[in-house]
């Protein structure tokens, strides 16, 4: 194997190393400098670095000859560069599809199956976007953590975990894939639910149901009450109750959330769970206003 690396870092260098200094012929009449005549142009030897980057791979899953469906199983480097590796991929100025086909001809079913028509496909993203191939982190992401990958695109969904109410992301305990599939998925924002409901009750299956008295908004969507990318009320709330309560509700208690001396002691915490504690949906037989 020891072999493979040097022929592959001799041939890379030959291809890409020239003189350390080279001496320009002629001066170049846009960068005039007195009493001089030859301009020397500094060529960097990447030896060093294309022999770093390719040792990578030896820590990663793909080196892995036990497997059979590793490239060092099936042709070593040949399995993703060609044979001969006449394939040196240029990331500045292949297309997204020229890059993805050596993955996708191993990685194109799972949870992959997706990826062909999905959103990040049709942006024009690549593999190598997100993933570094001679790499020894978990996926071969790019970053430490897939907040620090997804993050670099999604700038809102990051402010959003640095509110005080989030998911625990930020401190490890959740990823965004328990959420959402990033190579793409038959139901919206790229979930793994078919919906927004589905994909929640993964965690909180206690809201699921079925109950003798449904509340709406919450079997409609979660996401008419809670933002789960992050929020400044709690528990990941669009708004403080009773104002979350009052854009559907503005009858009897209309009142709750002014100031009034007529306001009942019942409602003084300014909020409606004081009272409608279950609002998710409950089966007491006296449910009807979700207090039991």
Do not use: Y
Not at 35 to 45: A, L, T
Not at 92 to 106: F, G, V, Y
């Amino acid at each position: 194997m020891r072999q493979w690396l040097i022929l592959i870092v001799a041939a890379v260098a030959l291809a890409t190393a020239g003189p350390a200094t080279v001496w320009a012929t002629e001066a170049d009449p846009e960068r005039p400098i007195r009493g001089v005549d030859k301009i020397p142009e500094v060529v960097v030897d990447r030896t060093a670095q294309i022999e770093e980057h390719v040792q990578r791979i030896f820590n990663s899953p793909h080196a892995f000859t036990a497997d059979e469906r590793t490239p060092f199983s099936q042709g070593m480097c040949n399995a993703c560069h060609g044979p001969g590796m006449e394939t040196l991929f240029n990331i500045e100025k292949e297309s997204p599809e020229r890059l993805n086909q050596p993955c996708l001809s191993c990685h194109e079913e799972g949870a992959r199956r997706h990826w062909k028509g999905s959103t990040h496909e049709f942006s024009g993203l690549a593999c190598v976007n997100c993933h570094a191939m001679h790499n020894e982190r978990p996926r071969l992401l790019k970053a430490d953590t897939q907040m620090e990958v997804c993050g670099s695109c999604h700038l809102d969904r990051r402010a959003d975990f640095g509110k005080p109410s989030h998911h625990p992301v930020p401190e490890g305990i959740m990823e965004c894939t328990d959420c959402h599939n990033p190579h793409g998925t038959p139901g919206p924002n790229k979930l793994v639910g078919h919906t927004i409901n589905e994909t929640c009750f993964n965690c909180h299956a206690e809201k699921r149901g079925p109950f003798l008295w449904e509340h709406n908004p919450v079997r409609e969507s979660c996401v008419t009450c809670h933002d789960p990318h992050g929020s400044i009320h709690r528990p990941l709330l669009q708004a403080r109750s009773p104002g979350l309560c009052q854009q559907c509700h503005l009858g009897t208690h209309s009142d709750v959330g002014l100031s009034a001396a007529r306001m009942d002691f019942r409602v003084q915490g300014r909020s409606c769970l004081n009272c409608h504690s279950q609002i998710h949906g409950t089966n007491h037989p006296r449910g009807h206003v979700f207090k039991e």
